[in-house]
């Protein structure tokens, strides 16, 4: 059967079930058969989930053998799933472990995942070490480590605080004056050549400045020399280290949840000292606060972020030390990363750096504080941020677990039986066809227009 469709329609735009309901087993393709360019709507099989195309995998290990006899690499994991797609196209199975991991590429694809999200998203942990480490501990699990009703819980009571912009310029000036301290450092860190050669701890010790002043309202003295910078130097290295070994445990066969294998004892000693140190600095002020409330000399505005934990029925203390472990660490493997990423891509694009420096010094008086307003006017640095994301994604994919049946890519997936990973990644190569050089770095000049400053 075909149905003309009158308007010119993207192929994808047409992925859907007739009648809603698998059961027929149609789904409806824009397809390009005739030499008019009109698109025709024709009804395809839907494919089953065993005809997804995709690397080939043995019993038990999956697709896991050459990472564990060292012919593939775990850290170009991404170059890898990049040569998938290529292969097979833009839905591919992968099979890892126990664990069958479906990748999506296509954009119109990865909306279709995310607007079957509803109220409440079924997102996998991204650090499952994480959470079995605070399960195995008696902590809260944290927003990142739940799902349902207890995550809609806690998201609810903390969506205020932690996710509206208006909010969190409540903390521009606390920022404003550590950034003024970090440059500083980084002016006398400069070598005979102009270069400061240690930024990759540098930036990360800065992260940790702000984020313990927003957490404790106190200088952590992360960026003084002594014996508190070497604290955060080390608390720096730790959630490193924990990172690495979190993701190489992520290529196993997950067996540490039943022996504690040398590479867990590690893991969870590096643990032990990073929650340990933090737990103690947050404990330390919620006692500060909680005197403070006693004595009632606490004032307005004073340990803004905690009061407002604390303010929060619905919250436990154990959440309460997880939420503050999470924005007093978080940082340390999103904002540094970021932030060393936008400075490589100035570095490399001089002409990118001057129009970034002509409108901060356009809409920055170094006497006024920095507001709201300020931010949202300077429309260039907002589309450099976006730019440098696709160069240098935090994260390589979003994944979901799927509440319901879907058709993504002409085959079916059901509910339940495989993470959908979300390769955001596929818009790098997406946005590489205006004809300019968008997939290096060095063309960030010419791809920063795509944003619409
Ligand atoms: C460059 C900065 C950052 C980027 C790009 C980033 C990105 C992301 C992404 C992609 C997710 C998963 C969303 C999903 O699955 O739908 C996420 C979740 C999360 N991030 Fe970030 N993040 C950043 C910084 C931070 C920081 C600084 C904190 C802590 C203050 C933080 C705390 C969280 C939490 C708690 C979640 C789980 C949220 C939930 O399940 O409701 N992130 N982030």
Redesign the pocket.
């Known amino acids: 059967m075909l149905n003309l469709h009158a308007q010119m329609l993207s192929k994808r735009q047409c992925t859907f079930l007739i009648g809603g309901k698998l059961g027929r087993e149609v789904v409806q393709m824009v397809r390009h058969v005739n030499n008019v360019g009109t698109d025709i709507l024709v009804e395809e099989p839907v494919k089953p989930f065993t005809a997804i195309p995709g690397p080939p995998w043995i019993p038990v290990l999956g697709t896991l053998l050459p990472y564990k006899i060292g012919m593939k690499k775990l850290t170009g994991y991404h170059h890898e799933v990049c040569r998938l797609h290529q292969k097979y196209g833009p839905v591919v199975r992968e099979v890892f472990g126990s664990q069958t991991v479906v990748h999506i590429f296509d954009p119109d694809d990865i909306k279709a995942v995310y607007d079957n999200d509803g109220k409440m998203?079924y997102?996998p942990p991204?650090q499952e070490t994480a959470q079995f480490y605070r399960k195995e501990n008696n902590m809260s699990p944290?927003?990142?480590n739940?799902n349902g009703e207890e995550?809609y819980r806690?998201?609810h009571a903390v969506q205020q605080m932690?996710l509206r912009p208006r909010e969190a310029s409540y903390y521009y000036p606390i920022q404003d004056e550590v950034a003024c301290r970090a440059v500083d450092r980084l002016e006398a860190e400069l070598d005979d050549q102009g270069f400061v050669r240690n930024l990759d701890f540098l930036i990360p010790k800065w992260i940790m400045e702000s984020?313990g002043m927003c957490c404790f309202e106190k200088s952590l003295g992360c960026l003084n020399g002594g014996v508190d910078e070497d604290l955060s130097q080390k608390l720096v290295e730790t959630n490193l280290k924990i990172f690495q070994l979190s993701a190489e445990m992520k290529f196993s066969l997950r067996l540490y949840r039943y022996f504690k294998s040398p590479k867990y004892k590690t893991l969870s000693s590096l643990e032990d000292y990073l929650y340990g140190t933090s737990f103690k600095l947050i404990s330390d002020a919620v006692e500060e606060l909680k005197e403070l409330i006693a004595q009632k000399t606490l004032q307005e505005g004073q340990y803004n972020f905690l009061t407002y934990l604390m303010s929060r029925k619905e919250l436990s203390d154990k959440d309460i030390m997880v939420?503050t472990f999470?924005?007093f660490t978080?940082?340390l493997s999103?904002?540094a990363?970021?932030f060393l990423g936008n400075l490589h891509c100035l570095a490399l694009n001089q002409d990118v750096q001057e129009t970034l420096y002509q409108e901060i010094k356009t809409h920055i008086d170094p006497d006024a504080p920095i507001t709201l307003g300020i931010i949202n006017k300077m429309r260039y640095l907002k589309a450099v941020v976006r730019e440098v994301?696709r160069f240098y994604?935090?994260?390589e994919a979003?994944?979901?677990l799927s509440q319901k049946d879907m058709v993504l890519g002409g085959y079916h997936i059901p509910a339940w039986v495989s993470l959908r990973s979300l390769w955001h990644l596929s818009l790098y190569t997406a946005a590489e066809s205006n004809g300019h050089d968008n997939k290096t770095v060095a063309g960030l000049g010419h791809s920063i227009g795509m944003w619409k400053t």
Do not use: E, K, Y
């Open positions: 998203p997102v991204l944290g927003l990142g739940i995550w806690l998201r932690m984020a939420i999470s924005l978080d940082g999103t904002t990363p970021t994301f994604p935090i994260g979003v994944q979901r």
